[in-house]
């Protein structure tokens, strides 16, 4: 005889489910990738409604209306995901570097590189996989080391022409390594102390160049966004005004679940330039950066991917490097 | 972030505010309907309950106070459709021993169910489709009656007679069950 109803019986068999965060993130990516789709169907359904009452309608006015009230906010699901984001990355650690001690990051990169010869006219593009270590000091100072996994030709036209150019030494060699260092403020890049966490006011230090000099674009404060996630030194307030900044950039775009250069599942969103896509995958779990990719783009639409960073790892260590 | 309704509403002109009743749900329908088909299968349900739940967030009642009913009547719906892997699903639980804990602990309740593991499978595969349904949504969903009604989209009264039904059979069938008498369980809230 047992103490046991029939509900708790049912419920001792068919057992406690476990907790599965790994299926919640598969489940998360197919929905995403349904918002993400939904603005284009929304829009087309919508626009076959107006179509029948445009017959009552005079025709300048009904295109009139359409533009202004059928299309959807086509960045939104992108904007929801990346506020998202950033209340996750808000209850990540900050790295707090004690006097000698160093953020450490390992990224792995794949990077396209033209050579140009003025006197030929030739061009070659080259394309080189590297691993770089960055050390951060808490004052900014750091040191960089960079490591070539292997390089090629970007094609074999350029292989041909570095042939007929007569082979000039533009092929990075595999084991080479640069070791770099850097002084206090030298690059403004890594000292992010400063930067304020008010989305609005940060916004307008990264549009203005006070961060770092880019061209200007809504693609490069993007790209801006990712450059400041990737090193991992920025202090959790600042982790999440950025990714607010983001949602706020008017060619955000979610693109839903990919898997990063590694093979790692993320979810990625993108903004275009004139020239290039910028993609950043985050871990949806964490929020953390995984890669940021580079598209170019030619008649509007996106090519093969042309370079990639993917975040290995980020820790703090108690000395420099050795060079 | 408001309530259920209130995000559906909004869903409706900002799809992406969907991300929200998945956030506050995903665990509930995932765990029911792992519990029901398994993992692989469970899995796929619970996807495909949040595809259709995005398709038709229009048609949430507005009036609704939890979208959980809701979304546990369309998992409950899916899985209706897939007798045969339901029917693998029980004859695996009625085959393979519960899992061991991690620790050893005096667990009679864990030993009852172990020994009815077997009357219960069968017992739960002869029911009706509609009792069954019912009971599962009480038992696994942890929805009361009133939830359940509405995730089946039948009046309370129904519910209550599926469920005592349900609730006779069983225990015809698992001489051994004894506990709270039929009928008085605190589920019942109507």
Known sequence: MTTMNEFELARRVFGEPEDDAEARDRLRGRLLDAIAGEPVRLAARRRRRWRAAATAVAAALTIGLVATLVLPSANAAAAAELRRLGRLAA???????????????????????????????????????????????????????????????????????????????????????????????????????????????????????????????????????????????????????????AAKLEGVRLVGTVEDPLGRQGVAIYVDGANARTQLVFDPRTARLLAIADYPIADGAPGPLRSWIALLETTVVNSPPSF | MGTDAEIFRRSVGDPSAFADIFDRYVDAV????????????????????????????????????????????????????????????????????????????????????????????????????????????????????EETARALRVPIGTVRSRIHRARAHLREHIPDLEGIPVGTDKTDDG
């Open chain 2, 30 to 145: 995932l765990a029911y309907a792992r519990r029901r088909l398994g993992a692989v299968e469970g899995e796929e349900i619970a996807a495909r309950v949040f595809l259709i739940a995005f398709e038709k967030r229009a048609k949430f009642d507005p009036g609704a106070e939890s979208a959980k009913p809701w979304l546990l009547g369309i998992a409950s719906n899916l899985i209706r459709r897939k007798v045969r892997d339901e029917r693998e699903r029980l004859a695996s639980l009625a085959k393979v021993p519960l899992p061991i804990p991690a620790e050893p602990v005096d667990d009679p309740a864990r030993m009852d169910a172990e020994r009815l593991r077997p009357a219960l499978v069968e017992a739960l595969t002869n029911l009706p489709v509609g009792e069954r349904e019912a009971f599962l949504l009480v038992a696994l969903g942890d929805l009361t009656y």
């Open chain 1, 91 to 245: 209850e990540q650690r900050s790295p707090d570097l004690a006097p000698g001690e160093f953020l450490l990051t390992r990224t792995d990169e794949l990077r396209t590189e033209g050579n140009s010869f003025l006197d030929s006219g030739v061009s070659i593009t080259v394309v080189s996989r590297v691993r770089v270590s960055t050390w951060i000091a808490g004052d900014g100072s750091g040191f960089r080391r960079t490591e070539v996994i292997s390089s090629d030709f970007a094609s074999p036209e350029d292989r041909r022409a570095w042939e007929e150019a007569g082979r000039p030494d533009v092929l990075p060699a595999a084991g080479e390594v640069r070791e770099e260092r850097y002084a206090v403020g030298a690059v403004t890049l890594f000292d992010t102390s400063e930067l304020p966490t008010d989305p609005d006011r940060l916004l307008e230090a990264l549009r203005s160049g006070a961060v770092v000099e880019r061209a200007s674009g809504d693609d490069q404060v993007f790209l801006l966004v990712g450059d400041i996630l990737a090193f991992g030194n920025a202090r959790a307030e600042l982790r999440t005004a950025l990714f607010e900044v």
